[in-house]
């Protein structure tokens, strides 16, 4: 599997971002995938997964109402939109081959910073 991520950079607090994944080299329509974010120093963090065929949805508690995760599987795309970031958003954000609890395979990570 192959994953691309991309559409970090740098928010002020309350600012928006879309993050957006490339998938290849797997049969992508049948794969969860999921979004996970990792801050300095620490452990990986669950955001949100997507099924596959039924694009049912599932987030972490502090993504609920703030995030979006949706998919194409005609793109391979994956993507994650975040509203009304905090600083506490920070962190580097993967996307995985999987569902809940899975941290790879997954891509080179793309950066959110949110800070005044």
């Known amino acids: 599997a192959q994953l691309v991520e991309s559409g970090g950079g740098w928010v002020q607090p309350g600012g928006s971002l879309r993050l957006s994944c490339q998938a290849s080299?797997?049969?992508?329509?049948?794969?969860?995938m999921t979004w996970v974010r990792q801050a300095p120093g620490k452990d990986f963090e669950w955001v949100a997964t997507?099924?596959?065929?039924?694009?049912?949805?599932f987030y972490a508690d502090f993504a609920k109402d703030r995030f979006t995760i949706s998919r194409d599987n005609e793109k391979r795309v994956v993507e994650l939109q975040l509203d009304n970031l905090k600083p506490e958003d920070t962190a580097m954000y993967y996307c995985?081959?999987?569902?809940?609890?899975?941290?790879?395979?997954r891509g080179q990570g793309t950066q959110v910073t949110v800070s005044s």
């Open positions: 997507i099924f596959g065929a039924t694009h049912t949805t």
């Open positions: 995985v081959n999987g569902g809940r609890g899975a941290v790879s395979p």
């Open positions: 080299g797997f049969p992508f329509r049948n794969y969860a």
